[in-house]
C-alpha cells in the first residue's frame, strides 16, 4: 500500500477513499483486494469497506489505483487500511500501448477528463479492454481514480 491516499466526500454523503498498491513481488498479482478500517476519535469502529484495485492484473514491480466508495460513517474521524490481498497466479497481461494522452479539467462540472490512444500489440483481437487512469496532485496525492471501456 503505497502512502499517498487522500479522500473526499460528495454531495450526497458519499466517502470516497483514493490511493495506490504497488506489486513489489516477482509474479504478476490478480484480485488485488483494499480493505480499510474506520474509526471514531475515540478509536472505536464505526465502519469498514473493501474494494478491488482498478486495473484487474498487477504487472510485477507495477502499481494502480483503488477507489473505496460508502456512504460517509457517523462521527468517523480516520481511517487504516489493513493487509492487502491478492493472488499470485495471475498470466502476463496482454500487450497495449497507450499513446497521445492528456487530460483537462472541467471546474463547471468538477471532473477530469483523461483521452488518449490504446494500441493492441497481440496478435489477436482484445475485447473489453478497459484503462485506469490515476489523477495527482503536486505533491502526488492521488486525488481520483477511474476506468472506462476503449471505443474501439
Same mark, same amino acid.
Given at each position: ?12 454523503a ?24 474506520? /474509526?471514531? +476519535?475515540?478509536? *472505536? ?7 478491488? &484495485?482498478?486495473? #484487474? ?10 477507489h ?10 480516520y ?14 497481461p ?8 492528456s487530460?483537462? /479539467?472541467? +471546474?463547471?462540472? *468538477?471532473?477530469?477528463?483523461?483521452i488518449?490512444?490504446? &494500441?493492441?500489440? #497481440?496478435a ?15 505533491a502526488?496525492?492521488v ?5 472506462t471501456?476503449?471505443?474501439?
Amino acid at each position: 500500500m503505497l502512502t499517498n491516499d487522500s479522500h473526499y466526500v460528495d454531495s450526497v454523503a458519499y466517502l470516497h477513499v483514493v490511493g495506490e498498491v504497488q506489486n513489489n513481488t516477482n509474479r504478476n498479482l490478480r484480485f488485488v483486494k483494499v480493505s480499510a478500517a474506520f /474509526y471514531d +476519535s475515540n478509536g *472505536g469502529l464505526v465502519d469498514t469497506k473493501f474494494t478491488y &484495485t482498478s486495473l #484487474e492484473i498487477l504487472p510485477k514491480h507495477d502499481k494502480t489505483c483503488f477507489h473505496l466508495l460508502l456512504p460517509e460513517p457517523a462521527n468517523w474521524s480516520y481511517y487504516e487500511f489493513a493487509n492487502v490481498e491478492y493472488w499470485d497466479d495471475a498470466e502476463s497481461p496482454p500487450d497495449l500501448a497507450i499513446s497521445n494522452h492528456s487530460g483537462s /479539467y472541467n +471546474s463547471t462540472f *468538477g471532473w477530469y477528463k483523461i483521452i488518449g490512444k490504446v &494500441t493492441n500489440n #497481440e496478435a489477436d483481437r482484445l475485447e473489453y479492454v478497459s484503462p485506469v487512469g490515476t489523477v495527482y496532485n503536486n505533491a502526488g496525492t492521488v486525488l481520483g481514480c477511474a476506468f472506462t471501456y476503449v471505443t474501439g
